[in-house]
């Protein structure tokens, strides 16, 4: 066991963060992207990207005095096991350019498919309670996308992905997981996405539950989160809630964390 590099949460006046909606983007990012900022003590924004502006923001990022914690909302990296049936070297690098080289994500999943068609979890997903292995059908092109055409030309750039591959970057790049985080707090994890009254109203719940916790909500982005059907914006809140601290295994060094 070993402890990684943790972030810490010191003061939102010293340090940006950033919640990012990725996962949802069925389309492996290409829009549909959310990405809510603490620039102030007292301000929020959340503003819709497509992935060669999310991609300018966090490169923006590393050049700036202040430091930037990106929360990403896709899995990381690959298990252990599937580096192992495919005789990939057991190093994150080396996964996600394996994974690259393949280049995109239906051919990927197939090539994962050819030695198993089962769905292997990460000990990050067992830890946070995941409700998907990375390679998921419903998930696998955000998952493939984030490694390959996100996180891969950021680590090239510098950028720092925790706790994968850290640097003295300004910029670091870590995965979240907005259901895990409900899980977590205790706030409903289902029921809040979708048209109609019920939906509407656990939007409410979670979004005033997470004002009371600390989060400014401004009573724009209050009425943006309830009213945002597909509960984009919502999720691009929750990832900024404070980070998960905690001792991580030998394995996060490969597959990734989810803080």
């Given at each position: ?111 994962l498919r050819l030695i ?97 916790s600390g989060i400014p ?15 984009d914006v919502l999720d ?24």
């Amino acid at each position: 066991m070993w402890k990684a590099a943790v972030i810490l949460r010191k003061s939102v006046i010293a340090m940006q963060f950033h919640g990012v909606d990725f996962s949802g983007a069925d389309n492996g990012g290409m829009h549909k992207i959310r990405v809510a900022s603490w620039k102030s003590p007292t301000e929020i924004s959340v503003e819709r990207a497509d992935r060669s502006a999310l991609m300018r923001m966090i490169l923006a990022s590393a050049k700036s005095s202040e430091h930037h914690v990106w929360r990403v909302d896709a899995a990381s990296g690959l298990p252990v096991s599937t580096l192992r049936a495919h005789s990939i070297d057991q190093s994150w690098l080396a996964a996600a350019r394996w994974s690259a080289a393949i280049g995109s994500p239906r051919g990927w999943r197939t090539q994962l498919r050819l030695i198993s068609r089962e769905e292997p979890r990460r000990v990050a997903d067992a830890e946070a309670r995941t409700p998907m292995a990375p390679m998921n059908l419903r998930v696998f092109k955000a998952t493939w996308t984030f490694i390959c055409e996100v996180l891969l030309p950021l680590h090239e750039a510098g950028v720092s992905i925790a706790p994968m591959a850290p640097t003295a970057s300004h910029a670091t790049v870590c995965e979240g997981n907005s259901s895990s985080v409900l899980n977590r707090l205790g706030f409903p994890t289902r029921g809040y996405k979708g048209e109609g009254d019920p939906p509407k109203r656990v939007r409410a719940l979670i979004a005033r539950r997470l004002e009371e916790s600390g989060i400014p909500i401004s009573t724009n982005l209050m009425q943006q989160a309830i009213a945002d059907s597909e509960g984009d914006v919502l999720d691009a809140l929750i990832l900024l809630t404070p980070l998960v601290h905690t001792v991580v295994p030998a394995e996060a060094a490969v597959e990734g964390w989810i803080f």
